[in-house]
């Protein structure tokens, strides 16, 4: 079973410009997350997608970041304008619906300078 | 006061070692328990999943919950350098494919 694919694994950028991450999930699975894992902090959970509707975004900083996932397979997450402290690598999970624990990509380590 | 503590470490024992990680949180609406290990510039992988109070062993690993002390622990026994990592708590108050909030991590490293 191929694993959930992120791209691009790096990315630098200065502050106030934008970025997008890629993310294709596990084929079938219908959740998917984005997390963004501050170094030496635990994931936190920015957006959660079931097929293509939100589930939650209550944590995404919605005047900065935007998520979607067109017809429920894959999903895109951009941030503009980007803020120092966006520095993280964010990560995306998908899970089949009524699973518990989910499967991570290996993620995007962004760096804002 | 954060939803979930978890002492970050780092962490260094000899091979063999036991290893003792733990997380303690404050919502007591959590009933789903997970461990996973994070190896460096790499997502987290699913190592143990509990359901409410009570131990679960998988081979080297055994994981206990304790609800009514809102503690939980991980355990390795005769741990192996490849047991390098960080190890992340994280908790749901329902089940399936739910939000999950995880502790900060514990990086454990075993020396050969």
């Known amino acids: 079973e191929a694993g959930v694919a992120q791209s691009p694994r790096y990315k630098i950028i200065e502050k106030r410009q934008s970025v997008a991450f890629w993310c294709n999930p596990i084929?079938?699975?219908?959740?998917l997350y984005w997390y963004q894992q501050i170094l030496g902090q635990g994931p936190k959970l920015l957006i959660q997608?079931?097929?293509?509707?939100?589930?939650?975004d209550s944590q995404l900083p919605k005047d900065r970041f935007s998520a979607e996932r067109l017809k429920g397979v894959d999903s895109t997450l951009k941030i503009q304008p980007a803020k120092l402290e966006d520095s993280a690598v964010y990560l995306c999970?998908?899970?089949?619906?009524?699973?518990?624990?989910?499967?991570f990509g290996s993620g995007t380590r962004l760096t804002v300078v | 006061q954060k939803e979930v503590e978890q002492d970050p470490g780092p962490l260094s024992v000899p091979e063999g070692a036991i290893v003792s990680l733990n997380c303690t949180y404050s919502?007591?609406?959590?009933?789903?328990f997970m461990w996973y290990r994070q190896y460096s510039r790499k997502g987290p992988e699913l190592l143990m999943y509990?359901?409410?109070?009570g131990n679960k062993e998988d081979g080297r690993f055994t994981a206990q919950v304790d609800k009514s002390s809102k503690y939980i622990s991980l355990f390795i026994r005769d741990s192996q350098p490849s047991d390098s990592a960080t190890y992340l708590c994280?908790?749901?108050?329902?089940?399936?494919?739910?939000?999950?909030?995880f502790g900060q991590g514990t990086r454990l490293t075993i020396n050969p």
């Open positions: 084929s079938g699975h219908a959740t």
């Open positions: 919502n007591s609406a959590f009933q789903y």
């Open positions: 994280a908790m749901s108050a329902n089940q399936g494919a739910q939000k999950l909030v």
């Open positions: 999970a998908s899970a089949p619906a009524g699973a518990y624990g989910y499967t």
């Open positions: 997608f079931q097929n293509n509707g939100v589930v939650d």
């Open positions: 509990t359901y409410s109070s």
